[in-house]
């Protein structure tokens, strides 16, 4: 009896021992992979833009979705920190995990100007290799491409599937995923649409937000970092847009038609949800 006891403690010893080692080194690859920012890595010579300052409110999943209608759905901008777990998409946007399984695949590119009038189709690979860099503080926006949204959907399903959306919504809207991947020091100069969460996976982004009736003093060709060294340091307290530096699993929502422009500090991969009214809910 006593010896069939001791047996059942060791084996149940030996048992929370394995459960122990596996979910820590599970949370050592996940802490890795942040660390090295997923392979996407940036030179600190091109680290050109700086975080900023954050005066947009944060919050965690204690915001209810009866709160996120009162207070920010068509009224501010509002941050989420940690509301969802996207440590297995984050893991299948490593670098080497994209470039082995989407490779392949096509992606168009966008000019990185308030209308992305370009649109560039080339390999998923071909981005990575030839063209995704750091920005160059001279170059214009119309001449910096940049991979956000314009995925063949079917393609990219088994990827985007994997994304834990946002826990809050917009009733009577539907939600439209785009994914992203820039250079340090690229983003998308201000402009608006319809309202939307922006997620970063890898990297941090600064983001710059006014309210629909106050448009900002920018030029269309000229990149957000340009705006950042020319206009940024000349703004008036009143001028001073709302902004926040995101980093990994934190997630930014804009109301419908509030200006938006985007900072990469870092080599950055991102997910964006697009919602617009549909008309059949
Ligand atoms: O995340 C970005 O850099 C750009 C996102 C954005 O502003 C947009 O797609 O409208």
Redesign the pocket.
Same mark, same amino acid.
């Given at each position: 009896m006593a010896a069939t006891k001791f047996f059942c403690r060791w084996i149940e010893a030996f048992f929370v021992l394995f459960v122990q080692v596996c979910v820590k080194s599970e949370d050592t690859d996940a802490h890795k992979l942040l660390y090295s920012n997923g392979g996407w890595y940036t030179d600190t010579e091109n680290l050109i833009a700086q975080p900023g300052p954050c005066n947009i409110d944060v919050w965690d999943n204690s915001l209810t979705q009866q709160g996120f209608l009162q207070k920010y759905a068509e009224k501010a901008p509002v941050i989420f920190r940690s509301v969802t777990d996207n440590s297995n998409f984050r893991k299948l946007c490593s670098k080497s995990s994209l470039v082995e399984n989407y490779g392949s695949k096509e992606v168009v590119l966008s000019s990185a100007n308030t209308y992305s009038y370009t649109k560039v189709p080339v390999s998923f690979q071909h981005y990575v290799e030839e063209i995704l860099r750091p920005q160059d503080a001279n170059t214009l926006g119309n001449e910096t491409l940049y991979l956000? =949204?314009d995925q063949n959907y079917t393609e990219w399903e088994p990827l985007l599937d994997q994304y834990i959306q946002p826990p809050y919504y917009l009733p009577g809207h539907t939600g439209a995923l #785009?994914f =992203?991947l820039?250079g340090a020091g690229t =983003?998308?100069p201000f402009?608006f649409?319809g309202p =939307?969460f922006?997620e970063v996976i890898y990297g941090r982004?600064r983001w710059f937000l006014y309210p629909p009736d106050q448009q900002p003093a920018f030029n269309p060709n000229r990149t957000t970092l340009q705006w950042l060294m020319e206009k940024y340091p000349q703004l008036e307290e009143s001028e001073k847009p709302y902004e926040c530096t995101i980093g990994p699993g934190e997630i930014i929502y804009f109301p419908d038609r509030w200006w938006?422009g985007?900072l990469?500090i870092d080599t950055s991969v991102?997910i #964006?949800k697009?919602l617009a009214i549909a008309p059949w809910l």
């Open positions: 956000f =949204g #785009s =992203g820039a =983003g998308v402009h649409h =939307g922006g982004k938006h985007t990469n991102f #964006s697009f």
